[in-house]
């Protein structure tokens, strides 16, 4: 909620004014100031923007941190080196086993685009430590012959990607980091949901059904193995129809119990929703359904009627599927 952030911002704002005075920290109700909400486009709350050397212009959105903890991080990562960097095997064991996340770049050089890559990414992931090593001896250790980044989970590699110089990209290698902060599936409910829009991946597909069912492990089994494939591209949500407080899901994707198991992908941008075709909930029949939903294949599912026009005006608003997500959400 907003009133949690307010409180963690501040946290941060006087843990901070120890460590780096020059960091200021200050908090403006916009529903006083039009001016300033209009200037810096302020459309969702609470906004947070770190600006720079004085100057008013393109301030740099701090978006999905929540705690205190990520806050001092994320600002130390944006005002100063924003990976550690090792030079000993034991350096990289006290990094991989200091948390229950960490993220090691080995580079064979320290100077080309994908350390550069690798560094940006870190400034936008603060809730894990990353560190990035050139020692021939740490990447032998490891394994390790590439430009490679391991993700690394309870002191246990769980992700290797090779690095091609020039081939990577920023956001993807974000989105990719940030989704080990959630598990390969995710169940939807209401603690869950604020980090499931955290991490920046729009497309994400959901799978009804009831967890208690005599099929649910085959079922659930076949998800998980889909889901490692299209790690950091589609996000993988499971709903339980037994939840009751899940009904405005139910509701938004129109599933009625008869047409459970069900497996439906929605992009958050457009608020587009696609059906996978097939009725088995096969790891054949969701790989063919998240690629061809890649390569912009899939066909468009139900419609949403139109939003009326006076859907704000009383203190009850009006939902249709096209403004749900954008006021629930």
């Known amino acids: 909620s907003s009133q949690n952030l307010s409180e963690e911002f501040a946290k941060a704002a006087r843990q901070l004014k120890k460590e780096a005075p020059r960091i200021q920290f200050g908090k403006i109700d916009v529903t006083h100031q039009h001016d300033l909400r209009k200037e810096f486009n302020i459309r969702e709350f609470p906004t947070v923007k770190f600006f720079v050397d004085g100057s008013r212009e393109d301030p740099i959105d701090c978006k999905g941190v929540r705690q205190a903890s990520a806050f001092i991080t994320w600002v130390k990562r944006r005002t100063g080196p924003s990976t550690v960097l090792i030079n000993s095997t034991d350096q990289a064991e006290a990094i991989i086993h200091a948390d229950n996340l960490a993220v090691i770049g080995f580079f064979k050089e ?157 992009n958050l941008t457009s608020d587009a929703k696609y059906k996978m075709p097939a009725d088995e909930v096969t790891v054949e029949n969701l790989k063919e359904f998240c690629q061809s939903y890649l390569d912009g294949k899939a066909k468009l599912h139900l419609s949403s009627e139109e939003i009326p026009e006076d859907w704000d005006k009383m203190p009850v608003k009006v939902l249709v599927g096209k403004n749900f997500n954008r006021i629930v959400f």
């Open 110 to 266: 320290l100077h080309n685009d994908s350390v550069e890559v690798f560094c940006e990414t870190a400034r936008d992931v603060p809730e894990m430590p990353f560190g990035m090593t050139a020692s021939e001896d740490v990447c032998a250790n490891y394994g390790i012959q590439k430009n490679t980044i391991v993700v690394f989970k309870k002191g246990k590699p769980v992700h290797n990607e090779v690095l091609e110089d020039g081939r990577q990209n920023k956001l993807d290698l974000t989105r990719l980091i940030k989704t080990f902060t959630l598990d390969l599936v995710t169940e939807y409910n209401l603690e869950t949901s604020v980090k499931i829009f955290d991490v920046p991946v729009e497309n994400h597909i959901l799978l009804f059904t009831p967890t208690n069912s005599e099929t649910f492990n085959a079922i659930y089994d076949n998800y998980k193995s889909a889901a490692a494939e299209f790690r950091g591209k589609i996000m993988f949500v499971l709903v339980d129809t037994n939840e009751t407080r899940n009904g405005r899901v139910f509701e938004y994707f129109r599933i009625r119990e008869v047409d459970v198991p069900a497996v439906r992908i929605l």
